[in-house]
């Protein structure tokens, strides 16, 4: 492993003493031109080329030699080593330290500018793996990136990257089986919370120095810095839900506790008068205790499907079955369930027989014309008119539900959307607040979208239902394929 070095080496040397033999050979040209001074002075350009581009080593050695070339070639007597003239042996101790000491001062620059060199190299790769890992929440990400950085560094044979803990798994560059013997190199990833995983790194040749070694542990480091913080972030997302989970909870109780009570305390005080002696069977208000519950049935069901159908939004579970049905058909059979609910409301209804078939699934859609004229009942003025409009709007239906109820704030007409949100009259009105928010999550799934708007006497809803279905128009009614 090591004889490419030492052929490296080896050819700086000779390279060094074929350059001195060169400047030697001119000079000895011009030896007769040339003070033994200048020559001297002269000698020294070289010697800090050669430092400079090939190392301190061959720098001290080319020193010695042209020591030794000078006090042969250019002292008098020539061709000895021998001097006679003491300004001459001056002359040769002055050379030989300023030749040592410029090849010392030059090696010294040199390795000072490699270190320096090495340091910006290593502290940009720092800031590159720094900025690849700031942000990541995911753990497989960071592993990704991890083995990227550390196999763009090292230039490996084969890097893998071991996370363990909850969700324990496995990423290596290239997508092949490791090499058979072991890594050359293994580095933990730990952080202050315990062992998050390793890096393994397979590099034959060459040897993986202590710089490489000090730098793939700073990896380590960041990486587990990342690991870290994608898991902190991922508690902290858990108990978000959790604490979101627990207000909700606490929420649906507090509101449907006293909302199932109040329909509950009517059918048991109904039954219980029927099921005595006070009332006789012939009397009218066995018809009036009847009517309560059923009255108070029907109510009690809207409630429990409003929680039902609000836990399926939340879970994801709310799929719509889609048919091609008739919107009057839907309308009509809400009404008439709602006829004792609507109580002195008049219901004006204006949805054409001939409005185009609707892709919507016929439960949900009853729910969302119940909850829309339930909620209407309970806040419009007794003997106002609740309007049911509906009308095609380019490739959509376009549905509207008005009122003469109370207006609502401009900035509330979004929120009045949310889960238990509730603006007039809350104190005075019951319900739990879920209707509304279960009337968006229906019409959302079916790709449609609704709105609240103030009116000049009152608030409408808005809702939209796609007429177009998997691509494909709506089928004509049997009474537009009649002949004219």
């Known amino acids: 492993m090591r004889i490419p070095s030492l052929l490296s080496r080896f050819w700086h040397y000779l390279a060094a003493f074929a350059l001195i033999t060169l400047i030697t050979v001119v000079f000895f040209i011009l030896r007769d031109i040339l003070e033994t001074t200048l020559i001297a002075l002269l000698y020294l350009l070289p010697l800090g080329i050669i430092t400079a581009f090939w190392g301190l080593g061959p720098g001290i050695t080319s020193a010695a030699v042209t020591f030794l070339t000078f006090n042969y070639f250019f002292l008098k007597p020539y061709y000895t080593f021998t001097v006679h003239r003491p300004t001459d042996v001056v002359i040769l101790i002055v050379f030989l330290i300023v030749a040592v000491v410029i090849s010392q001062l030059v090696g010294r620059m040199q390795a000072g500018l490699a270190v320096a060199t090495a340091r910006e190299r290593e502290a940009t790769q720092l800031y590159e793996i720094s900025m690849a890992l700031a942000g990541l929440h995911n753990e497989h990400a960071i592993a990704e990136i991890l083995a990227r950085q550390v196999q763009a560094v090292s230039q490996g044979e084969y890097v893998e990257i071991n996370i363990s803990g909850g969700r324990a798994f496995s990423f290596h560059l290239p997508e092949s089986a490791p090499p058979a013997r072991s890594p050359e190199l293994t580095v933990t990833i730990e952080a202050a919370r315990g062992v998050l995983g390793e890096i393994r790194l397979w590099r034959a040749s060459p040897a993986i120095s202590s710089n490489e070694k000090r730098l793939l542990q700073t990896f380590a480091s960041q990486g587990a810095l990342a690991l870290e913080r994608a898991r902190l972030a991922e508690a902290e997302s858990r108990a978000k839900v959790l604490e979101e989970s627990d207000r909700l909870k606490t929420a649906i109780l507090s509101s449907v506790s006293h909302e199932l009570r109040t329909p509950l305390s009517t059918i048991k ?26 009255d108070e049935a029907d109510h ?26 008739i919107l009057l058909e839907i309308v009509e059979s809400v009404l008439a369930r709602m006829k004792h609910l609507a109580g002195e409301h008049q ?25 829309l004229v339930s909620n209407s009942v309970k806040y419009a003025p007794e003997k106002t008119v609740i309007h049911l409009h509906a009308f095609v709007e380019g490739e959509s239906i376009h549905v509207l539900v008005s009122n003469q109820g109370p207006q609502v ?5 979004e929120r009045i959307f949310d889960k238990f949100f509730r603006v007039t009259a809350a104190d005075r009105v019951t319900g739990t607040g879920l209707g509304l928010s279960i009337c968006k999550g229906i019409i959302e799934a079916h790709g449609g979208r609704i709105w609240a708007e103030n009116l000049s006497d009152g ?4 809702f939209t239902l796609p007429l ?5 128009l709506p089928p004509r009614l049997p009474m537009d394929t009649e002949d004219e």
């Open 269 to 294: 005080a109904a039954a219980s008068s029927l099921r005595g002696k006070e009332v006789g069977w012939d009397s009218p208000a066995r018809t009036e205790l009847v009517a309560a519950i059923d």
């Open 300 to 325: 009690l069901n809207l409630l429990v499907g409003n929680l039902l159908d609000m836990s399926r939004i939340e879970s994801g579970a709310l799929k719509p079955k889609r048919e091609w049905n």
């Open 347 to 371: 219901l004006a209804v204006d949805v054409p027989e001939d409005l185009p078939l609707a892709p919507v699934d016929f439960v949900q859609m009853e729910q969302v014309f119940t909850n």
């Open 409 to 413: 704030p401009q900035e509330h007409l």
């Open 459 to 462: 608030l409408a809803f808005h």
């Open 468 to 472: 177009v279905w998997d691509g494909a």
